[in-house]
Structures are given as structure tokens and as C-alpha cells.
């Protein structure tokens, strides 16, 4: 969900670096190279990362002893700066074998290795951060690879023994909120995610989280106050007006729902279809049957592959006696959604209704073909080859009904008045 972010990846304190190179630029002279130094730390704090690189691994290149550490250090720094990740974790990597390292190190190394998706590398680099500075915030980088990786419990452990020695961590209760949502864990996390409101009440992601806790746990009066007041304070984001219109219809509030996803849409004209779709389907509930329409045909434009706009849209057009739209609609709808029954057995009903009885039994005959093996299906198709003349047709349609549906008692009403 929204809160398991990673924050932009900040290189090793860039204070302790400048602070140790100006030790060796002290010194001087030597293999070190304290004038590429010198010129590699003014171009690194004016943010000429590439220069800064090039005029460290020129230092460098004249030798390294046991002053080193610190440029291997800085140099670490601008590969990650350039995002250059395998450099970056060899130079760290460099600076620790020279005994150089410390926590914060190990650290940059971890979300160098996150970078390049070696989530166990970076655990692992996490770890030993932790293990060198028991203080330091390394166990809420552990916890997003575990919660990367579905590890709940190990997770929750991980952030529970940070909380221990650092219970304003914001960042923590966030994760944790987030590790026992994602548990099942509704009661907990709705707790969670009230403390976390308090201390920051216009942070719109800790309200979507206890909307969704209210919503997991059916509590949905209460996930509608948290996604309300989210909203009244200006910070409603895209997924929080998603789930607002949603629970809406849930609560059958048509109109609520209708308002909430045409607020959505205005504020994200880029939101997916669906969205459009349930917007339409919220003012046909609501009875408000051209708003539904024009949501539909919205829909439609948006993604030409959703069936159900389509069908809706030739319901409607049946509803408002234009036939040959809605043969035209029911069609697309058949061939947006190849594998559904739904379109050809309503176009066969349509059918039926129009007197067309030949197109009524193919339409219906492609139902059955498609998987829908109702009854109705079989008695409507008998029915419409009937009326059509093909008595042979409707007789064969009749009893493959009558056996897959012997007791029906629509079938077996029409074989008696045939049998008559």
C-alpha cells in the first residue's frame, strides 16, 4: 500500500566524510593526492557529482594507505549520487576492508543493494548496521525488505525492537500499522493508525490506512468518517476518493458514490476505467438513467475493450426503443468479451422482444456455446426455432434442456404443449 515507500537514497552523512577528508588534506602531500582531494571535495559539496568521482579515483589511483578510507568513502558517496550502484558498494566495500567502516556505511551499502534489488544482500547489510549501532534506525530498513518479501511476523519483530528504543519513530508505528493490516490484524491497526493521525492529522496516507483497517474489520461507518475528514482537510488522495466512492455503494449510497467518483475523476483525469464504470453504475442506481448513460459511453471511449459499458449501453438502448443501437452495442459487447455468455443471452432476449426470431436462437445458441447452459437459454431458443419454423431445431434444443435440467418446470410445460 501507499505507506511501504522507499525515501530517496541518501548517501553516508555527508558531515563525518568532509569532516575525515579535511583530517588527510591536513596531512598532505604523500600518496594521497591532497590537491585532487581538496578539488574532488569542493566539486562534490557543489554538486558536480560526476567531476567530484573522477578527481577521487585520481587521488586514489597514486596510491592508498591507511588514510584512504575517508576518499573511498566520499567516492562511495558520488557513485550513488550518480546512481551508480555496483561502483558505490565497491567503494564502501573498499572503505570498510580498510577499516573505515562503521554503521552508517554499512547502511549506504544496504540501499545500494536495494537499488539493484538484492533484497538478502541488503538485509544482510542492514543487519551488521544494526549490530554496530543498536541506536540507529537500521531495523526500519530491515522491516521493509521483510514486509517486501510478505515476512509479517519477523517484520513486526524487527520494528517492535526499534520502538523499544525509539517510540517517536514516526516512520516505525508507520510500518508497523502497515505489518498488521496486512496480518489480518484490524483492531490493532486501526489503533495504529489513530496514534499516527493525532501526531500528524494532515498526512493522508495514515487516514487511508485506517479507513482500509475500518473497512477490513466491516467497520464501514467508521472508514467513512476517517476518509471523510481526510477529505474535509484537503488531503484526500487518489486511493483514499477511490475507496470512499466504494464504500458508498457498499452503504448503498448511490449518490454519495456518484459525487465521490466524479470528484475523483476530475481531481485524476488519468484514473483506470473502472473507475469511470462504477461511476455510471452509481447514477443507475441512483435512477439518474442519462447521467448513467453518459458515463457509460465515457467509459466506453476511455477503454473500448470493457463489455459491461457496452452492454449496460445496449440495455439502456433497448430500454429507449432504439434497436439498432442496441444490436450494434450488444455486438461489441460480445466481441469486447469473447469468452462471456452474458452479451448473447441478453441479445437474444432482445431479440425475442423484437420479433426476430432467427437472430434470437443464434444469439441464444451462442450463450450455450459460451458456457451459460441455463435453463431459460434452452427453453428461449426452443421457443424462438419454433416461431421461426424449425421444428426439427426446437424439438433437439428442447431435449438437450429437458436433460440437463430434467425438473424444470418452464421446459416441461413447453413439452406438454407441444406434445398436445
Request: charged share 30%.
Amino acid at each position: 500500500m501507499v505507506l511501504l515507500r522507499y525515501r530517496r537514497h541518501p548517501t553516508m552523512a555527508r558531515g563525518a566524510v568532509a569532516a575525515l577528508l579535511a583530517s588527510v588534506l591536513l596531512v598532505g602531500g604523500g600518496t594521497l593526492a591532497a590537491d585532487e582531494a581538496a578539488l574532488g571535495q569542493r566539486a562534490y559539496q557543489e554538486g558536480r557529482h560526476a567531476e567530484a568521482a573522477d578527481l577521487f579515483e585520481k587521488a586514489l589511483a597514486k596510491g592508498r594507505d591507511d588514510r584512504s578510507g575517508p576518499l573511498l568513502l566520499a567516492l562511495g558517496n558520488c557513485r550513488a549520487e550518480l546512481r551508480q550502484w555496483e561502483a558505490a558498494i565497491a567503494a564502501y566495500r573498499e572503505a570498510v576492508a580498510l577499516k573505515a567502516g562503521s554503521a552508517d556505511v554499512h547502511r549506504s551499502i544496504g540501499q545500494a543493494q536495494l537499488k539493484l534489488d538484492r533484497l538478502d544482500d541488503a538485509l544482510a547489510s542492514f543487519a551488521r548496521a544494526a549490530a554496530l549501532d543498536a541506536e540507529g534506525p537500521y531495523e526500519v530498513w530491515m522491516a521493509r525488505i521483510l514486509l517486501q518479501r510478505g515476512d509479517w511476523e519477523p517484520a513486526e519483530q524487527a520494528l517492535l525492537h526499534h520502538l523499544r528504543s525509539h517510540a517517536d519513530s514516526i516512520e516505525g508505528r508507520e510500518l508497523l500499522a502497515s505489518v498488521l493490516l496486512r496480518q489480518g490484524r484490524d483492531a490493532e491497526a486501526a489503533r495504529t493508525y489513530r496514534a499516527l493521525v493525532l501526531r500528524k492529522p494532515l498526512e493522508a496516507g495514515y487516514r487511508l490506512g485506517l479507513a482500509q483497517a475500518e473497512a477490513s474489520a466491516k467497520r464501514y461507518g467508521e472508514a467513512l468518517d476517517a476518509l471523510e475528514a481526510a477529505e474535509r482537510l484537503g488531503c484526500a488522495s487518489e486511493e483514499g476518493l477511490r475507496l470512499l466512492a466504494d464504500l458508498y455503494l457498499k452503504e448503498q449510497m448511490p449518490r454519495e458514490a456518484a459525487a465521490a467518483y466524479g470528484r475523483l475523476l476530475a481531481a485524476f483525469p488519468a484514473s483506470r476505467a473502472e473507475d469511470r464504470r462504477r461511476l455510471a453504475h452509481a447514477h443507475l442506481l441512483a435512477g439518474d438513467v442519462p447521467a448513467a448513460r453518459a458515463a457509460f459511453e465515457q467509459t466506453l471511449a476511455f477503454d473500448p475493450t470493457c463489455a459491461d459499458a457496452a452492454l449496460q449501453l445496449a440495455q439502456l438502448a433497448d430500454r429507449g426503443d432504439r434497436p439498432k443501437q442496441a444490436r450494434a452495442l450488444f455486438a461489441e459487447a460480445m466481441a469486447a468479451a469473447p469468452r462471456d455468455a452474458t452479451a448473447a443471452a441478453l441479445l437474444g432476449r432482445f431479440e425475442l422482444g423484437t420479433g426476430r426470431w432467427g437472430e434470437a436462437a443464434a444469439a441464444l445458441a451462442e450463450a450455450v456455446r459460451r458456457g451459460d447452459r441455463d435453463a431459460c437459454n434452452f427453453h428461449d431458443r426452443a421457443l424462438a426455432l419454433s416461431k421461426a419454423g424449425d421444428r426439427d431445431g426446437a424439438w433437439e434444443t428442447l431435449k438437450e434442456g429437458l436433460r440437463e435440467h430434467p425438473f424444470d418446470e418452464r421446459l416441461r410445460a413447453l413439452l406438454g404443449e407441444w406434445a398436445r
